[in-house]
């Protein structure tokens, strides 16, 4: 057994599972769900394969913590920048750069955006809970600025509406940006361009 195996295996629990995510957050990012293999992980990991099971009973339960981290880590990141503006347009517009910067660099993320042809249900269940964390998240900046939907009776559900086309005009562009090696700057102000009169519009600074 090697030194960096010897101190893995001596590690506590709670830094294993940390190892095994990290890795599985790459390997899934790379392969997708049905290609990645649990023994590629552990080594990736510095750990056995048993010590991967000892920590998530198979691989989709693998799979959806890495997607519910990808998820938090994304809304996190996009809350962040929005907040740090004031103008509610620069704050939209910083909410879509964070979003393809983190869909850039990294992968699981993507995954988490675009779908995984190859996974099996409790996966695809994992990922319409983090799609709707995030939906939620995006709902919540959009109510943060007072203007938007003002004076609507039905304002927090339009805005959840109104979130979801934004998520999926996104998405579509975040796949587009793969397909075609699109920076992230780029992406965002095109976003930027297609949904800003809309949400201008529904913020009364129009």
Do not use: C, W
């Not at 995510?21 to 552990?42: L, T, Y």
């Not at 900046?141 to 039905?154: A, H, I, S, T």
């Amino acid at each position: 057994m090697s030194a960096l195996a010897e101190r893995r295996r001596r590690l506590p629990p709670a830094q294993r599972r940390e190892l095994i995510v990290s890795a599985a957050a790459e390997e899934f990012g790379r392969r997708g769900h049905r290609d990645a293999r649990m023994e590629d992980i552990a080594r990736a990991a510095g750990v056995t394969k048993a010590v991967v099971y000892d920590h998530f009973p198979t691989k989709s339960a693998l799979y959806a913590e890495v997607l519910s981290r990808a998820s938090d880590e994304l809304v996190t990141a996009v809350t962040e920048a929005a907040l740090a503006q004031d103008d509610p347009r620069e704050r939209f517009r910083a909410a879509l750069r964070a979003t393809f910067e983190v869909v850039a660099a990294r992968p699981d993320v993507r995954r988490l955006l675009l779908g995984d042809p190859g996974a099996d249900a409790g996966v695809t269940k994992a990922s319409v809970k983090a799609q709707r964390r995030a939906r939620r998240a995006l709902t919540a900046l959009y109510l943060f600025e007072p203007r938007f939907l003002g004076g609507r009776p039905d304002r927090e559900k339009r805005a959840e509406h109104v979130a979801q086309a934004s998520m999926g005009l996104v998405n579509a562009l975040a796949a587009l940006g793969i397909e075609q090696r699109l920076s992230a700057v780029y992406l965002a102000d095109l976003a930027f361009e297609l949904l800003d009169p809309g949400m201008a519009e529904l913020a009364g600074m129009r």
